[in-house]
């Protein structure tokens, strides 16, 4: 069984910065591809990011393309988010996930894993 717990959330003004952090414990991190989704209230989860098992392929959705940016460290069994010039619309429950596809997917249905989430809050 793989384990995901995200950390890193909280209350930010616009134009701030983030980092989400997911620690991911149970298999070899190595062998997933890894990604970030946001659910925001009564709406559905979206994609935001995802990145391969290497780390040498990623994708973004276009609403946050530029400002996010997924990494990992493989040494670490670490994932991130990196959330810049963040916006009031960016706020949502965020989840990191991960597949054993180990490319860089961007559809819910490709993961198998899922953390608890954190909550990201951006005031105007």
């Known amino acids: 069984q793989v384990q995901l717990v995200e950390s890193g959330g909280g209350l930010v003004q616009a134009g701030d910065s983030l980092r989400l952090s997911c620690v991911v414990s149970g298999r070899t991190f190595r062998n997933y591809a890894m990604g970030w989704f946001r659910q925001a209230p009564g709406k559905e989860r979206e994609f935001v990011a995802a990145?391969?098992?290497?780390?040498?392929?990623?994708a973004c959705a276009d609403s946050v393309k530029g400002r996010f940016t997924i990494s990992r460290d493989n040494s670490k069994n670490t994932a991130w988010l990196q959330m810049n010039s963040l916006k009031p619309e960016d706020t949502a429950a965020y989840y990191c996930s991960a597949s054993r596809s180990i490319v860089a997917v961007t559809t819910q249905g490709a993961y198998d894993y899922w953390g608890q989430g954190t909550q990201v809050t951006v005031s105007s």
């Open positions: 990145i391969s098992w290497s780390g040498g392929s990623t």
